[in-house]
């Protein structure tokens, strides 16, 4: 029997389910009954490759359930495939019709992509916390956006609010600390990332969670996938401008902070950054250069310690 690509379309009741060697697509709802339902009728017959897209953590769990029942699971972006049912000539957008596409794209535009692998118990713990601390950040930031204009009827308020966010990121930096301590593996990990001047604790923690594949890529696939790739917009005698886009949020943000400080403390990092200044690169541009220098760079470091014994790198002087 020949293989068959099949698409999943999440949300938070149903998950629209297709086939290409089937005619219609169908519908299970998104909890236990709905996954048992799906695992026996998948197991019926030759699997090339299951394409879900990410769906704001509504996928987590069918996601585990598939990969549990040893079906070869892809999670992709939403915009990636919102481009492929485009190339294919689909504008309409339902459920059904995303499960289709998602089904044709099973079977012939993720090869290249790795399966969806669950992350072990420690590591899903930390990113938990870091989500959460960002998450908490945010609102004290906006709060304190809110303080700077308030009216002193509602300041006393706001105040106590800053206040409250303030300690409960204290809170969850001691739990980030204590999750790390109790993993010889995260420690090691985070040791060896944080051993580059400019990247902190929550930096390296940020980055071990969210970008999981550091040390096991090339360096243009580690940059594209944080989001800090120049993508070419060239046609014919024209040569366009050089932008970055897509790529993790969360990292390609942290990132960012690490660098506004390693530009002033570490010295390969500052001596690149000037550079690129003096030969009129705007700060920005000269930035995202640094950030993808960086990432690069702290790939290597991690690849280096899968493959012991290492040796230093200059960048960390």
Known sequence: MASNGVGIDVSKDWLDVAATHLAAPWRVPNGPKGWQELRTTLSAFEVHRVVLEASGGYEAAVLLELHTAGLPVVRVPPLRARHFARALGRRAKTDAIDALVLARMALVAVDTLPLWQPLEDHVADLKAVVERRH????????????????????????????????????????????????????????????????????????LRVTVPELGTLNRGEVAALVGVAPMNRDSGHHQGRRYIQGGRTLARNCLYMAVLSAVRWNPVLREFYQRLLKRNKKPKAAMVACMRKLIIYLNSRMRNLRNRPTESAPMSA
């Not at 930031?141 to 303030?166: G, Q, T």
């Not at 995260?186 to 990332?193: G, M």
């Open 135 to 206: 998450q908490v950040v945010v609102l004290r930031d906006a709060e304190k956006k809110r303080l700077r204009k308030a009216r002193s009827v509602v300041r006393a308020d706001l105040e106590a609010s800053v206040a409250r966010l303030s300690a409960q990121i204290v809170a969850l930096d001691a739990q980030l600390e204590a999750l790390v301590a109790e993993s010889p593996a995260l420690s090691e990990d985070l040791a060896e990332l944080e051993s580059v001047r400019g990247v902190g604790r929550v930096t390296a923690a940020t």
